[in-house]
């Protein structure tokens, strides 16, 4: 019988093998100093403003992107998603935060029961229902285009990832 650290250890290496290939231009991850979501911050972020103009929000934080230089983060997702406000509470570590400051502008995006603002996905080429949320997008505010194509929705099980998982998925993204 396999010991829980054992397990834990082989499902963190098979989520590094299975992980897709770094995109070009990729950057370090800072180092998470927590170690489990268990160690996060509580209560965890209710990050998503179920009452927002999602269009207006994204348009204006576009904007701020392209003026500062850096890649546009649409955060898809509800306030009642676990994985959503696990992500949420991650970025708001402080050495995360810095990072994601540093190279994305976010813009968080509520999804309702997936009833809501599915206009944003769609925009980006996702047609029909989402597959799981949190959906994270990555774009370049410049030409619009979405960067991470058929991964948007990999951290919707971000339960099973962990801190650091998180913050390596996102820095092969930024620029």
Not at 2 to 15: D, E, F, G, N, V
Not at 23 to 46: E, K, Q
Not at 60 to 86: E, P, Q, S, Y
Not at 103 to 113: L, Y
Request: proline residues 6%; glycine residues 6%; charged residues 25%.
């Amino acid at each position: 019988m396999m010991s829980i650290k054992r397990l834990a250890t082989l499902a963190l290496l098979a989520t590094a093998v299975a992980a897709p290939a770094a995109p070009r231009g990729s950057v370090s991850a800072p180092r998470i100093s927590t170690t489990s979501f268990d160690r996060l911050p509580t209560p965890l972020p209710l990050p998503y403003d179920e009452k927002a103009n999602a269009d207006a929000q994204v348009a204006a934080a576009r904007a701020r992107a392209v003026k500062t230089h850096k890649r546009l983060l649409i955060d898809l997702g509800g306030n009642w998603c676990l994985d959503c406000r696990l992500l949420a509470g991650t970025i708001d570590l402080p050495e995360m935060k810095r990072f994601v400051d540093s190279k994305f502008v976010v813009v968080t995006v509520d999804i309702g029961r997936f009833d809501k603002n599915g206009q944003i996905a769609a925009r980006y080429g996702i047609k029909g229902r989402l597959k799981g949320v949190p959906a994270v997008l990555i774009v370049d505010p410049r030409s619009n285009r979405l960067l991470n194509a058929g991964h948007e929705t990999e951290l919707a099980d971000a339960r099973s990832m962990g801190p650091q998982a998180l913050a390596d998925w996102l820095a092969k993204w930024a620029a």
